[in-house]
């Protein structure tokens, strides 16, 4: 009984969380409900990049900041689409570093349009001249952290999650 739970927790599966094999309903649960709202947000990310061409909402710092938030959120769903967990190895830790990097992309155009809008419209600042300091704090600030885990070795099997 005891080598069949050594075996259970140690047979690297994608479902580690579980301690179970890779074939448990909960882990295909997990799997199927990220790939398809990763699905449905690779849908909205491309159809917000197709408006903002087709209209050509690009000509302000506010809406090019919404652009580039939509090319991160778009990436950022191509990954959850092809969120299956690898074992260890160079795909696990490329997949590790490409949801790390567009998931603070994200969150960091987010951050830096809010804080555009406070500036804008509780401080009535005008903003145009911060568009290369937004542009490297939004893309080269997340980078720094993505890549840090990276060289440490730290990405790694992290189940169905």
């Known amino acids: 009984m005891e080598g069949e739970t050594t075996k259970l927790l140690n047979n690297g599966s994608r479902c580690i969380f579980f301690n179970t094999d890779s074939d448990d ?11 398809a709202t ?3 947000s690779l849908v909205g990310c491309f159809f917000m990049l197709f408006v903002i061409w ?7 710092l506010a ?10 959120a778009f990436f950022d769903s191509a990954a959850y689409v092809m969120g299956e967990s690898h074992p260890e190895g160079f795909l696990c830790a490329f997949q590790g ?8 992309c994200a969150l960091a155009w987010v951050c830096l349009i809010t804080f555009n809008l406070y500036l804008n419209l509780v401080r009535e600042i005008s903003t145009s001249r911060y568009e290369t300091l937004y542009h490297v704090t939004a893309w080269g600030l997340p980078l720094i952290m993505a890549v840090l885990p ?11 999650w």
């Open 150 to 160: 990276l060289l440490k070795g730290c990405y790694g099997p992290a189940g169905a």
């Open 54 to 60: 087709l209209l050509r909402r690009y000509q302000s």
């Open 38 to 40: 990763g699905t449905f």
């Open 63 to 72: 809406q090019k900041m919404i652009l580039s938030l939509t090319v991160a």
């Open 25 to 35: 309903y909960r882990c295909v649960v997990i799997l199927t409900v990220k790939r």
């Open 97 to 104: 570093l490409w949801l790390t990097y567009f998931d603070w």
